[in-house]
């Protein structure tokens, strides 16, 4: 365990009073289940109207395997279901309840069991694990981030401290997100030509006698082709060169209530989503939360990784290095690893990250980054419609609030000094990096 001698500011004070700050895109990924992924491609990439037939002639049209592979763009990138996401639902285990059953079904129901987006997406911990692991070491890594983030170890231990301090954080998780969200809407949909459609959908709400954190109704037009590349042109500029970013524009990015790439997906989708006239409408308001997994990631930051990219696989490479200690000690005749020696391995490992860490920010101080996974149950109404045709595209078109369910992924920044014999630990503030996996959990550490 880590020792700690003080904690500078309230972690759950640091989810308040967060600027959002208008940001360009170069690019957006996939955020519906529809939706193909496109995290490689750098802006939008058209595919070719023309088609090479088998006899090697040009067939006029769209290519098939274009229309197979590059799929619309989201309107709004937004998940609305009441169903939590599948990689949180544990897969019931089939047991050969028939004795007639082969070795091949058992073996193929055995695999249909593994290969379950809950052991492929790493479950409650999400992506950039490689399995859920069990539900004491998720209980562990837990523990330990709330002992980093000030609770100590006794109230750690008893159940009813531990339970009022979740309790007060999954309520200031709630109030974070629709103020993110709500952010993310005033600097991306909320434009200076839509403010009166703003203010008129506040006074309906009002009016209604209805009370919704986040309140969107706006119709967009669609961008100009010329705006676009000036956009895209921008873009570019502002984002093109991560590694000559200075201290103070890092320190900027980190104390953003929505990450960078979180809010460029929305900054894309609005300047290229749809050709034609859109209504978006979106109203929610939290009402509860739980926290799905809690973990520290010993050593790394994503500041640091970006200014270091050979420590992306910190951990993975850890996890080789301990596989192959295995390997020796049974080459040489000895068993596997015990408990022990397996511990003793990962602590050394850890303080050499950390150590490492410390050398190579550019503060010469130590980072630790604490990743939370949140599940918040809202009233939700949400609708995406065709302005001319009136066709729904995402969403319900009745208006009524629905029950919902959103994972929210927060992640916070502590940081000590190495050179200290008792690290202090300065707190840093909760930052949403992803949420619904709309960026496949915005990983930057796998």
């Known amino acids: 365990m880590l020792s700690r001698s003080s ?5 759950l004070l640091a989810v308040r009073n967060h600027r959002c700050v208008r940001s360009s895109s170069d690019k957006a990924n996939g955020a519906l289940n529809n939706i193909a992924q496109e995290k490689s491609i750098e802006g939008s990439t058209n595919a070719t109207d023309d088609a090479i037939s088998v006899d090697g002639a040009v067939e ?10 590059v799929q619309p763009r989201p309107i709004f990138p937004w998940r609305s279901s009441p169903e939590p996401l599948e990689r949180l639902i544990r897969p019931i285990k089939l047991s050969a309840s028939n004795s007639n059953d082969t070795e091949e079904s058992e073996r193929a129901a055995l695999d249909q069991y593994y290969n379950s987006e809950y052991f492929t997406k790493g479950g409650p911990l999400g992506p950039g694990w490689p399995s859920p692991m069990e539900a004491w070491f998720r209980g562990a890594l837990f523990a330990n981030s709330m002992h980093l983030l000030g609770l ?6 008893f159940p009813f401290t531990r339970q009022q301090w979740v309790d007060e954080l999954e309520w200031s998780f709630c109030h974070a997100f629709s103020r993110g969200v709500q952010g993310m809407i005033d600097n991306t949909y909320i434009l200076p030509e839509n403010e009166t459609s703003k203010d008129e959908a506040a006074q309906k709400d ?7 954190d986040v309140n969107l109704d706006v119709t967009l037009d669609p961008l100009p082709k010329a705006n676009e590349d000036e956009d895209d042109t921008s873009s570019s500029e502002s984002n093109g060169g991560k590694k000559s970013d200075t201290s103070n524009e890092q320190e900027e990015e980190e104390y953003n209530m929505l990450q960078r790439n979180l809010r460029q997906l929305y900054q894309s989708a609005r300047q290229h989503s ?18 799905e997994s809690m973990y520290p990631l010993f050593g790394l ?12 696989h910190t951990y993975r490479n850890l996890m080789q290095r301990l596989q192959k200690q295995h390997k020796e000690a049974m080459l040489a005749g000895k068993k596997r690893l015990n408990i022990l020696e397996v511990g003793q391995f990962v602590i050394e490992g850890l303080q050499e990250i950390m150590e490492n860490s410390a050398k190579l920010s ?10 939370s996974q949140v599940s918040i149950d809202c009233k939700e109404v949400f609708c995406v419609r065709d302005v001319e045709s009136g066709e729904v595209i995402q969403g319900y078109d009745d208006g009524q609030p629905r029950d919902v369910t959103h994972l929210v992924r927060f992640e916070m920044l502590v940081r000590f000094d190495s050179m200290e014999e008792d690290w202090e630990l300065e707190i840093g503030r909760w930052q ?15």
């Open 362 to 371: 550019r503060d010469g101080n130590g980072a630790i980054t604490i990743i």
């Open 60 to 69: 006029e049209g769209k290519s098939t395997i274009a229309a197979q592979c």
């Open 432 to 446: 949403i990096t992803d949420w619904d996996d709309l960026l496949d959990g915005n990983v930057f550490f796998a």
């Open 301 to 312: 930051s994503r500041s640091l990784v970006e200014d270091h990219p050979n420590l992306r």
């Open 206 to 212: 009002e009016n209604e006698g209805s009370r919704f």
């Open 7 to 11: 904690v500078k500011i309230r972690p």
């Open 152 to 157: 100590s170890w006794p109230k750690v231990l």
């Open 274 to 291: 749809h050709p034609s006239k859109v209504n978006i409408v979106l109203k929610t308001v939290p009402q509860s939360a739980t926290i």
